[in-house]
């Protein structure tokens, strides 16, 4: 299966536990292989199979914990 590596804007977020917590939920997304989220840099970098998920799910995913996220590519 192949995976592309998308990355998130994520607005809200104000201590190392938020991207922690993010990068727990976007893990359980099917078709998620790999997340990165940074509190410093404002991101989520996920590799995501397109097939399983979409970028729009993983916005919605991060939306539901309380932040704002925006596909910056
Ligand atoms: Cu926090």
């Known amino acids: 299966m192949a995976t592309t590596t998308h990355v998130f804007r994520v607005e809200g977020m104000h201590c190392g536990s ?3 917590l ?3 939920a976007l893990e359980d997304l099917p078709g998620v292989h790999d997340t990165q989220t940074s509190m410093k840099a404002g991101s989520a970098t996920v590799e995501l199979d397109l097939a399983r998920s979409s970028p729009e799910d993983v916005i ?7 932040y704002q996220a ?3 590519s």
């Open 18 to 20: 938020c991207a922690l």
């Open 22 to 24: 993010i990068d727990d």
């Open 60 to 66: 919605a995913a991060i939306t539901e914990l309380g």
């Open 70 to 72: 925006t596909q910056a």
